[in-house]
């Protein structure tokens, strides 16, 4: 399975993108997750939306970053709105496979993505 994550960029603040992660060579049910890390930190699981279409949000994104998921063309979106300085972090996207029901870890990763806020 191979992700390939794009969307990233310059914005201001207050300003929004949407990040996509695609993924090919699956044939099994996908959990998604998208990642962030910035410089000196940890990476953290931001957003994660499972094959049931569940989202979860870490609390400094909630209610300004939307994940989405498209099964008919594999992809992952996050929609990230009002971004602040402080979002600034490559971002990765992660698939986990489910099989007969099981989820699996976050095993497949996209090459990551740069954003940047600027304020």
């Known amino acids: 399975v191979q992700l390939q994550a794009s969307g990233g960029g310059l914005v201001q603040t207050g300003g929004s993108l949407r990040l996509s992660c695609a993924a090919s060579?699956?044939?099994?049910?996908?959990?998604w997750g998208w990642y962030r890390q910035a410089p000196g930190k940890q990476r953290e699981l931001v957003a994660s939306?499972?094959?049931?279409?569940?989202?979860k949000y870490v609390d400094n994104v909630q209610g300004r970053f939307t994940i989405s998921r498209d099964n008919t063309k594999n992809t992952v979106y996050l929609q990230m709105n009002n971004l602040k300085p402080e979002d600034t972090a490559v971002y990765y996207c992660?698939?986990?496979?489910?099989?007969?029901?099981?989820?699996?870890?976050?095993?497949?990763w996209g090459q990551g993505t740069q954003v940047t806020v600027s304020s």
């Open positions: 060579g699956s044939s099994f049910s996908i959990n």
């Open positions: 992660a698939a986990g496979a489910v099989i007969f029901g099981i989820p699996f870890e976050y095993d497949y």
């Open positions: 939306i499972d094959s049931d279409g569940r989202e």
